[in-house]
């Protein structure tokens, strides 16, 4: 089958109206792709500034953690240099204060507490006191 044979202009102008429309659609699609992938960068730029924000926020966690351990590590390290100045780890393990010495052999040897407290200058409450702490203790002094 033979093309019809028009003017010449007329087969310029279709091919010329084809092309045009041609480079319409793919200037339209690149804009339209160029469009969205200007979107995802500035998508992806938020959510970048949001776990930049969140990883400064870690660190200062981080180094109020670390602080805290530095801190706690220290205070582990006095403890055992207190123990080993102890009294009792030097062999030297210290009693009550001698009145309380007193005070459990004059209760043995049933002087009333009034006169206890007395002679010790001890109040009377604190002597009954020591007095239940010693039967709780299981030393009935």
Same mark, same amino acid.
């Given at each position: 089958?033979?093309? %019809?044979?028009?003017?010449?202009?007329?087969? @310029?102008?279709? +091919?010329?109206? @084809?092309?045009?429309?041609?480079? @319409?659609?793919?200037?339209?699609?690149?804009?339209?792709?160029?469009?969205?992938?200007?979107? @995802?960068?500035?998508?992806?730029?938020?959510?970048? !500034? +949001?776990?930049?924000?969140?990883?400064?926020?870690?660190?200062?966690?981080?180094?109020?953690?670390?602080?805290?351990?530095?801190?706690?590590?220290?205070?582990?390290?006095?403890?055992?240099? !207190?123990?080993?100045?102890?009294?009792?780890?030097?062999?030297?393990?210290?009693? %009550? %204060?001698?009145?309380?010495?007193?005070?459990?052999?004059?209760?043995?040897?049933?002087? %009333?507490?009034?006169?206890?407290?007395? +002679?010790?200058?001890?109040?009377?409450?604190?002597?009954?006191?020591?007095?239940?702490?010693?039967?709780?203790?299981?030393?009935?002094?």
């Amino acid at each position: 089958m033979a093309l %019809p044979t028009y003017p010449l202009t007329i087969w @310029t102008f279709i +091919i010329s109206a @084809t092309l045009l429309c041609t480079l @319409t659609f793919f200037c339209a699609y690149w804009y339209l792709q160029n469009k969205k992938k200007e979107n @995802t960068i500035l998508e992806l730029q938020r959510e970048l !500034q +949001i776990v930049q924000h969140k990883i400064t926020i870690l660190n200062r966690e981080g180094k109020k953690k670390e602080k805290f351990i530095q801190s706690l590590s220290e205070a582990e390290v006095t403890n055992r240099f !207190q123990a080993l100045r102890s009294p009792r780890n030097a062999g030297f393990i210290p009693g %009550p %204060p001698e009145r309380y010495r007193y005070l459990s052999a004059m209760i043995k040897a049933g002087i %009333p507490v009034q006169d206890i407290a007395d +002679i010790l200058d001890i109040p009377p409450m604190e002597i009954d006191q020591l007095i239940t702490l010693a039967k709780i203790a299981g030393n009935n002094k």
